[in-house]
């Protein structure tokens, strides 16, 4: 990219805001949705500024250019942005402002900040709002000031919007509205607001292609005691979509008509109490609804609804997670004997085998998300992703981590295994173990209903803790159906946060299990399995709960010492082995079966 | 007690209620400060039931009388209140309504309900005015109408506010009060109010002897930025006290002017944010300070200040725990014995042979709590406690469960071991270890910085969970330095209440670790170390923690299975009984170190 071009981009941008009066601009990277990732019509910050990594802010004044981004791409950004005149802000690092307090300090009484509302979370303008409020600078959220500037912008996304075959439903819409709605009546309210896209596409039974990786297309809802609407984009219709959604009572308004729609709506003279939640709304939504005032801001109960999957949903969850499990385990025995065979294998190569094993399945759809395929000290970073001309070969030595997940016709997947392709050190495999230990022990749980990931996270980590390592992130998360790999409400996480709400464990939840080792310029580890959540025995203490394991792909014991672990833990790893063994083998080579039947040998 | 006698009693209440236009009349079992034990003056539910257990409330109308109580006294309670005209709700029990509910339903509309705020926490009150506003039901609460009919009434208790010997102090009063007040201005209070007397006291630093079990005078505190009040009876006064008050520049104030000195002092046009813990205040002083207005409801400061003990402190309690252990290794060694020897031994005797050992520690002041020395059966109720005419016989077989406790100068102790007295099956040794492994697991956590018991609560609970059981109760609470042996913030604990504050485990607070077993008519097991949280590793990580044992006193080999624990927790146990043998064994007789050896050898 030339960095003229950028510099003449701003210098229109500035132009834009001198004439919108407008003394700073603020770009973030978002979607209308808070959605985990965004299309290529969102993408103005890198547009803007010619950084192209996937998290980052833009902060512009007629003075200065700031964009702030996060340890993964200090040194993508610093490249990227280079002669463009737009200052580094490296995000947690000692000494570096981060925005709130950037612009507290940057602007003067009475100045102006714009922004799109509609790209800036709820939670983000709130903190905004109440940061410059002593120095009374105005805040301009209703025009996307960027857009006039962005020549040849990319169309804004507009997938059909399909309907899930009823084979592959858990439950019609009727009957998952008629649940939403007994949620809104425990609450109180007599309208929800929705605009999380894989809450929306649970509850309407769509599915879509607007958001990468993420099987959505762009929408709201609007639901009450009586009537539901579904705001679409008159291009995302089909016949199919139409007639599904007039079966169960659904009305369709455009995509675009949705403030008018609710401003007639409130006007009109609703004045029930209207629920939506906060951290899911972008700010042009809340500053709507602040107006409106009877709001309750609440945990969305399709988020709740959605997190707890129905029998069927499962049974196809459990056939895809096998299919996806050959699928890695086949990689497994690849890329073992493919770094010693062959020449030039890289991250990005080997990304790529496993995406084709992946594509031969006949459900398989999509990536659930980036792969990460990363070797040795890459490892390290845990959002590595390996860009095909910029990343590292992969030698018969040291261990390679791959994250990766697809989306299946029946479920969605993910599933990380460290792989060993050739000599380690004792260290690495200490480190391997106790991870692996802690996946086992976490996996193994029983505890009573009622416990939320707060109270297991310690099984997964306390092996390392025992070691006095961390890693720095949670536990697990929940696991969408044929939807985004990232879903709450529940996670297996320690910390203690005031006020905030925890889910308990529910039968029919997905939870991953992922502890890991992070060394940054050494190595990385990480072993998860994706968990179902399940009842066991119910008696005078209560209902107990405990997981089933939902991925079946070896452990590599090239990196397991087996007297680091418990008895119990050995016998956890042997008998998983067992049962990878039994139910991968079938369809593999003969050759892969001998493979695996010595790689899931007993320790 | 003669029956005659309660029937008369409550006549005479009736004919006050009449007089006083009150419909329904209330007496819980409480005393101004909502303290753990009441001392004889505020026994008056027991002098109207003549129902002598710990805990009931009674609820009286013209037509009706009825009391409240829980699982422990359902029996007792029964016999006690034959023929007085009292029904028994047996609390907790299917289709027995609580005593809200209960109002609810009998009581008409426009009624009056009358109780002595004084003695009913905020939280119950607020409750009652809820659940009874509907029926626009009048509360009184300014008159303890029971006074009236209660003759010859104990003595308010009122013993010596004795100072704290300053070498037993942790800081002084001073250094107390620039603390609490640096909380007060973090919460943006102006005032803060206090009623909770272990907290008083040591802010204080004063003792008494007001309370059973618990070393407080009756008090109230009131603290400004600059000043500080103490509210005393005068005949609590001593010089000592006065001149200790003096010089930290503490006023006195007689503890019955409480209530017009708040009046005045708001009056007076004092308008800064007043603080209070409304889980620890009654319902009168909720009622003033509602009128008063500005005020926030928040966790007490002096409770958390309190929880961490000072090193000071600790070394205190550290010789005191030693000590404390001795005479329980020593009661063991005797009670194992005596159980095959002597004829007669009881419970009862049993504990008073404990109690002996204790009061020969010249540092001894009182138990902490009432003994529970409680065989086989009796071990399955939690808070069981020997009367010495009906107890049960110890004989040689079966176990004996033993949780006891002291105040000395110098620490609070607190210590529960179960005794095999001869003969035990399989399935109770399968159980004491479960509970064993749990208690060393626990004990040897090694966690983050930021864990409250949540996170950790899972450690001594596994083993019972992986069995399918469970206790109805929390896994451990913090203990006061020559205070009560219950207190907060911080608690081992699972179940997940939303909007319930956690307490973080800091350096220097002291929590038990008390796994069990009860199995209702069979037996009880519980093994109780007090824990002290101690500072491990600091890195890149953070700040490790981890726990010390306070405790040293063998636990029963006769009861563990060495094959059903886990290499670590054998490993645990074997350091557990070397440390306790290396600590405790010069303090005892040859015959008794022998003994030690025994019982502490390597399993």
Redesign the interface.
């Known amino acids: 990219m030339d960095k003229r071009v950028i510099r003449q981009r701003l210098r229109m941008l500035r132009t834009a805001m001198r004439e919108m009066g407008l003394d700073y601009y603020l770009v973030p990277t978002a979607d209308f949705h808070n959605s985990e990732y965004v299309s290529e019509y969102f993408k103005i910050r890198e547009y803007l500024s010619g950084f192209t990594g996937s998290n980052g802010t833009l902060v512009i004044s007629q003075e200065e250019a700031g964009l702030w981004t996060d340890g993964r791409y200090f040194v993508q950004a610093e490249r990227e942005l280079e002669d463009t005149g737009i200052r580094l802000y490296r995000m947690q690092e000692e000494g570096v402002p981060d925005i709130v307090t950037y612009l507290r300090q940057h602007m003067w009484e009475g100045q102006s900040l714009g922004f799109d509302g509609r790209v800036v979370s709820a939670d983000f303008g709130k903190r905004l709002e109440e940061a410059l409020s002593e120095k009374k600078i105005r805040i301009c959220f209703e025009r996307d000031i960027a857009d006039m500037v962005w020549q040849n912008r990319p169309p804004f996304p507009c997938s059909r919007a399909e309907v899930v075959p009823p084979r592959l439903c858990g439950e019609s819409v009727s009957e998952k509205l008629a649940r939403v709605r007994e949620k809104m009546k425990e609450k109180k309210a007599s309208c929800l607001f929705l605009s999380k896209l894989d809450d929306l596409m649970w509850l309407f039974n769509l599915r879509g292609n607007d958001v990468t990786c993420n099987p959505v297309v762009m929408c709201y809802g609007f639901i009450t005691e009586r009537e539901a609407w579904i705001f679409l984009q008159s291009g995302a219709l089909q016949r199919e979509t139409i007639s599904c959604m007039q079966e169960a009572g659904v009305q369709i308004r455009d995509y675009w008509v949705l403030i008018p729609f609710l401003q007639d709506y409130f006007l009109a003279g609703n004045r029930g109490v209207l629920l939506y939640d906060s951290r899911n709304i972008n700010y042009t939504m809340y500053r709507i609804f602040r107006s409106y005032g009877r709001c309750k801001e609440s945990v969305n109960p399709a988020e709740q609804l959605k997190a707890v999957k129905t029998e069927k949903e499962l049974e196809f969850i459990r056939k895809v997670y096998l299919k996806d499990s050959i699928a890695v385990t086949k990689f497994i025995y690849w890329v073992k004997r493919a770094v010693k065979e062959q020449v030039g294998l890289t991250e990005y190569s080997a990304a790529r085998y496993l995406g084709e094993l992946r594509r031969a399945i006949p459900e398989f759809l999509d990536a659930s998300f980036p792969t990460i395929c990363a070797y040795m000290e890459n490892a390290a970073m845990m959002h590595y992703e390996a860009v095909e001309n910029s990343c590292s070969m992969l030698e018969a030595d040291g261990m390679l981590l791959v994250d990766s997940g697809g989306q299946y016709l029946g479920g969605t997947t993910d599933v990380t295994r460290t792989i060993v392709l050739g000599d380690i050190s004792g260290e690495m495999k200490e480190h391997f173990t106790a991870v692996t230990a802690g996946m086992l022990r976490l996996a193994s749980?029983?505890?009573?209903y009622?416990?939320?990931g707060?109270?297991?996270?310690?099984?997964a980590r306390?092996p390392l803790?025992?070691m006095?390592?961390?890693y720095?992130c949670g536990t697990g998360h929940g696991v969408g159906y044929m939807l985004s790999v990232h879903e709450g409400p529940q996670n297996i996480r320690?910390?203690?946060v005031?006020?905030m709400?925890?889910a308990?464990l529910e039968e029919g939840m997905l939870v991953t299990d992922e502890p890991g080792v992070y060394l940054e310029g050494k190595y990385g580890i990480r072993t998860e399995n994706v968990l179902e959540v399940v009842k066991?025995?119910k008696?005078e203490?209560?209902q107990?709960m405990r997981f089933c394991h939902l991925t079946w792909v070896p452990i590599d014991l090239d990196a397991i010492l087996p007297d680091r672990l418990?008895?119990?833990e050995r016998e956890a790893l042997n008998w998983y082995h067992r049962e990878v063994r039994e139910r991968i083998s079938p369809y593999l080579t003969k050759e892969e079966q001998d493979w695996l039947a010595e790689v899931t040998r007993e320790v």
Do not use: S
């Open positions: 749980a029983r505890f009573l009622g416990c939320t707060r109270n297991l996270d310690i099984l306390g803790w025992d006095d390592m961390d720095k320690w910390k203690y005031e006020d709400p925890e308990v066991g025995m008696n203490n209560g107990f418990a008895e119990k």
